[in-house]
């Protein structure tokens, strides 16, 4: 269990800093409606720059947290549930616009792999 937990730590969190750092300007599948990038996607929803940019620096440093929760593990709750929360509010904007599934499953896909952080560090006590 402890060993699972820390590889949904590392995948969740790397997967997070990529997203919001290197693939920031990149065109990939997994962007919502016929974004090309990050600010298109935000845009897609209805969402500001400046909401981007405030949901990048939470994520980020969650991320990060995180990553410093395999040392220190009381950061894992509360950065795990914060990023359900955003998580939620992704594939709720997925559906929103109707995007197809090949977007919203990074978005579920992360969601999981949040609530089983937090269902797996509930358990190691």
């Given at each position: ?11 969740v ?10 693939n ?53 709750l ?18 929103s616009?109707s ?27």
């Amino acid at each position: 269990m402890k060993f699972l937990l820390k590889i949904l730590l590392v995948v969740v969190s790397l997967t997070v800093i990529t997203a919001w750092t290197y693939n920031l300007n990149l065109d990939t599948q997994f962007r919502g409606g016929d974004a090309t990038n990050m600010i298109e996607e935000f845009e897609a929803y209805g969402l500001n720059y400046t909401t981007m940019v405030v949901v990048g620096i939470f994520k980020v440093s969650c991320a990060i947290m995180l990553l410093f929760g395999i040392k220190f593990r009381k950061l894992i709750l509360p950065a795990a549930g914060v990023m359900s929360l955003f998580m939620i509010a992704a594939v709720y904007f997925h559906l929103s616009i109707s995007d197809p599934l090949i977007p919203t499953v990074p978005s579920l896909v992360l969601l999981t792999s949040c609530l089983t952080i937090i269902y797996l560090d509930k358990r190691a006590i």
